[in-house]
């Protein structure tokens, strides 16, 4: 599971609003679908970015909406030249009923430019379980075309132009920690950190 550090004693007013990783995650190496159909290579396609990987679906009912809406409405403050330095990836849980056009549709509901991404659950679950993450499970006896809940990870991991993670937002993060947090995450480098 993925491990946290624990919390300062006194945490100054410039520390980090999200949850410092205990040890920095690559950038992962992984091939999924995007809604176009077109194949997406996560590590090539968001390389040196501040890249913010979420993994829900579109019919969650609180966690997956509310990261991703306030996502999108944080981004839509900063200027364009910030913005345009910020990759959302949303990757489905649900490939059995979150089809490509579903997924599009919803993201463009939440923020401009997200990505969405699919593939089959056994390769989603890797991915999430080489990140350190719980697998998604659903409920024994669920089927497609059937309401069913998801039960997935509620962190965003933010990995910064360095290509590691360092920092996770679970959930409930508040939009001004988004605020305050994103601009330094894009400048972000491990060795240059003097808050711990």
Do not use: K
Request: charge should be negative; proline fraction near 10%; charged fraction near 25%.
């Amino acid at each position: 599971m993925l491990a946290c550090a624990g919390p300062d004693d006194a945490p100054s007013p410039d520390a980090w609003r999200g949850v410092r990783l205990a040890s920095s995650l690559p950038r992962p190496d992984f091939t999924l679908a995007d809604t176009n159909g077109d194949s997406f290579s996560f590590r090539e396609r968001t390389q040196g970015t501040l890249t913010l990987l979420f993994f829900g679906y579109t019919n969650c009912p609180d966690i997956c909406p509310i990261h991703m809406s306030s996502l999108g409405r944080v981004l839509e403050q900063f200027p364009h030249a910030l913005r345009s330095q910020v990759r959302v990836v949303f990757v489905t849980t649900d490939p059995d009923r979150d089809t490509p056009e579903r997924i599009r549709e919803w993201l463009d509901a939440m923020g401009r430019g997200f990505v969405g991404l699919s593939g089959p659950i056994d390769e989603v679950n890797r991915i999430q379980t080489d990140l350190g993450l719980p697998p998604a499970t659903t409920a024994p006896g669920s089927r497609p075309g059937v309401d069913y809940p998801v039960g997935h990870a509620a962190q965003v991991l933010a990995f910064t132009p360095d290509d590691s993670a360092h920092f996770m937002y679970p959930f409930g993060t508040r939009q001004e920690d988004w605020v305050r947090d994103l601009p330094r995450l894009l400048e972000y480098r491990a060795a240059s950190d003097v808050n711990r």
